[in-house]
């Protein structure tokens, strides 16, 4: 009896080990849903967007769907995918802020580095650091001299804690007192500026460009050590003295554990020759982004955890950190 038994387990054991590359194979078998932690019209939900009217067709399928959950810094629309089957059908956009930042940030349910699955990343931006053409200085070397001389320090605005992360950074390496005041959004921080309130900004390039071109704000470096594509003519970290600053956002692909590897290895193979679709790249750079992927699943993974234990100090260092 034990020997039937054993030998029951032992074939169904196999059928299953056999039926996962078939599995593969035939995925997708039903609606793929992208799961979007931003509200609809922003960075992220174009990123996803313009991946997924690709992707579907990639695989065969013209049954997708976003589904725009913001909030919580983008991890209510993690826990709901993690609420769904690990069948390759539920896929998260994760970003620094979910997977890197919010971790020490917030009191989560889950930990980002083990329930979601890397599939790959997917873009890679600067963030601009810029003033308004009010304060009276043309360029970093400018702002410098003058910045060493406020004794109360130069006030800087932002819209999340990834963009106030560089702030911290770039104080520390400069000797200059810079200080935070958050806002709630992009827009609302580039009216603060413009406006006088605040003669300082670090954000996305979208929000700010269309003021530099009209000279109201004045673009000093990027957060990047080396000049960004989309921004050519703005200078690096690097050429303006900031060396060791390094601090971008991203957005990546993300799959609930258990999920199938074959299907991880399947998407990841699918998504990567998509990026060299020029249009792709045009669209994505109008928000100033730029297209990155990466060589496998455990090299996204490798990416998150280095990125993650590089703003653990930061995050503690800016009080960020919750108790």
């Not at 599995?23 to 996803?48: C, N």
């Not at 956009?93 to 997917?122: C, E, H, R, W």
Request: glycine share 8%.
């Amino acid at each position: 009896m034990f020997r039937r038994d054993f030998l029951a387990g032992s074939a169904a054991a196999l059928t299953l080990a056999a039926s996962k590359p078939a599995y593969a194979q035939e995925y997708p078998t039903k609606l793929i849903r992208f799961l979007v932690g931003f509200p609809p019209g922003g960075s992220a939900d174009l990123t996803m967007r313009q991946y997924a009217h690709r992707l579907g067709p990639a695989l065969g399928t013209t049954k997708t769907v976003i589904e725009n959950l913001p909030g919580a810094s983008s991890t209510i629309a993690a826990i709901q995918t993690l609420r769904s089957d690990p069948d390759g059908h539920a896929l998260y956009l994760g970003s620094n802020v979910a997977q890197v930042l919010a971790p020490f940030m917030l009191k989560l349910s889950y930990d980002p580095l083990t329930a979601l699955i890397p599939i790959t990343q997917l873009t890679t931006n600067a963030s601009l650091v810029a003033v308004s053409a009010q304060y009276g200085v043309k360029n970093w070397a400018e702002f410098l001299a003058k910045a060493k001389g406020e004794k109360d320090g130069v006030f800087y605005g932002t819209s999340n804690a990834g963009f106030q992360l560089p702030g911290v950074q770039m104080a520390k390496l400069a000797g200059i007192k810079l200080v935070n005041v958050p806002f709630k959004g992009g827009a609302e921080t580039v009216t603060a500026v413009l406006s006088g309130n605040i003669p300082m900004i670090i954000g996305t390039p979208p929000s700010i460009l269309p003021h530099v071109k009209a000279g109201t704000i004045i673009p000093l470096c990027v957060t990047t050590p080396e000049r960004s594509s989309v921004m050519p003519d703005v200078p690096g970290a690097n050429e303006v003295g900031l060396k060791g600053l390094d601090s971008s956002s991203w957005f990546g692909l993300y799959a609930p554990a258990k999920t199938p590897d074959a299907i991880i290895r399947k998407l990841h193979a699918t998504i990567q020759p998509l990026m060299k679709d020029e249009s792709l790249r045009n669209a994505l750079a109008v928000e100033g982004m730029e297209v990155k992927g990466s060589a496998s699943p455990e090299a996204f993974a490798a990416f998150q955890k280095e990125d993650y234990d590089k703003n653990a100090e930061l995050i503690k260092e800016a009080g960020l950190a919750v108790k």
